[in-house]
Each structure stands twice: as C-alpha cells, then as structure tokens.
C-alpha cells in the first residue's frame, strides 16, 4: 500500500476545482444585475464576459473563485470573491490574487499556477493547479 | 429577525428543505445551500437589513447557519448604529 506525498522534489501541491450552474447565474443576474456583478467580479472581468455567452463565462470565472477557495485548503479564511481574478491577456487565462488573499497566497508560498476552464451549454468548471515553493515546507 | 433571514433563505437559497422549519443551528451547507446561492442571499439580505457585508465576513461559516447569519448581521447593524 501506497499513500502518496502531497508534494514533489520539496514542492507541495495544491489543486481546487469547482462546477458552477449556468442558470444560476443568470437567476442572479436578473435579480440583482450590476450588485450581482460588481460584488463577484472584477471590472476586467466583466468586460471579459461581455457577449453572447456572458453567463457562462462569469459562471466558469465563478467556477475559479470557488475553486482557487478550496486550493487555500484553510475554510474559515475571508474570501472576497473579487480577489481572486481570472484574466485574459493571452491564449490562456491566469489567475490573479490581490488584496489579503495574495498575501495569504504568499504566506503559502504559492509559486505557480495553471487554470484550466471550461463550460457545456448548462454548467461551466474550473480546475487550479499550484505549485508552492519548498520554504512552505519549511515554514510547518 | 430570524423569521426575515429565513424568508430570503426559502426566496434565494433554492435549498431542498423549507427553511422555516430548520433549527437555528442547523448546516445550511448540508440542507443543500450552495455556495453562488449564498451569494444570492447576502445581496438579499443587504436589501432586507440595510446593510453591506464587509470583506472580513464573505467567508464561509457566516452563511453555515440561521444562527450565524443573525449573529453577523447584529454585529453589522450595532456598527452602523
């Protein structure tokens, strides 16, 4: 029997994941509009999502911020959704951490990361992967 | 105030369960609540009590139970006062 090691050569590893529902989405937005918007998302964000597909887009950035929550691993931390950023300033989105949570992200050594989205025509998912620098290790 | 908080909870918080019949304590989580239709209901709540939720509550144990949103929105509604 194997229990396998939750880092790699020192690095540990921290991966979150998250299914948001599409309908969800646009109930919130037809219920509270721009409160809805401004509370969860960033202006980039928003202008990202701008479109046709605008709630599955804000439903996969949903989807990130759930998943980057669980990532940190500690739930009883604050989590201001609009800390957690999803950009688009390349082929590929990137994660974004402002405020408390990229202090808390650096008080976890988070080093890198590697956000995957995707969305069907009913749900939208996001997968973060993360590799923290060895003197997380160290600090515990 | 508990009978207002549970209003928006059975309006917004597409639980399985009518939660207002569920006891103070009991794990919203658990009864079904999600965690974008807790979003949901603290921007219902803002409306109901007049008030905005801070960055240093929006975690997850503050919408866990009716007892712990009442106890949030108190503290909220003494610092505004």
């Known amino acids: 029997m194997i229990t396998f090691p939750s880092e790699v050569d020192g690095h540990r590893v921290r991966v979150g994941c998250d299914v948001a529902d599409v309908a969800d989405v646009q109930n919130s937005l037809a219920a509270f509009g721009d409160r809805y918007l401004r509370k969860i998302f960033t202006t980039g964000e928003i202008n990202d999502c701008q479109g046709r597909d605008q709630a599955h887009r804000l439903a996969a950035r949903f989807a990130a911020k759930e998943a980057v929550i669980k990532a940190f691993g500690e739930p009883d931390m604050s989590f201001p959704w609009r800390e957690i950023e999803v950009t688009r300033d390349g082929p590929l989105p990137r994660l974004r951490l402002s405020g408390t949570l990229a202090e808390s992200a650096q008080r976890q050594g988070w080093a890198s990361s590697s956000l995957s989205l995707s969305h069907a025509e009913c749900h939208a998912m996001a997968v973060i992967f993360v590799v923290c620098s060895p003197a997380e290790a160290d600090a515990r | ?81």
């Open chain 2, 1 to 81: 105030m508990q009978d207002q908080i549970r209003d928006v909870l059975a309006t917004h918080g597409r639980m399985a369960i009518d939660p207002r019949e569920v006891d103070e304590h009991a794990d919203l989580y658990e009864l079904g609540l999600t965690s974008h239709a807790s979003v949901d209901v603290m921007l219902a709540l803002e409306e109901e009590f007049d008030i905005e939720f801070p960055d240093e509550v929006l975690k997850k144990s503050t919408f866990e139970s009716v007892h712990n949103i009442a106890q949030v929105i108190e503290s909220l509604a003494k610092a505004v006062a």
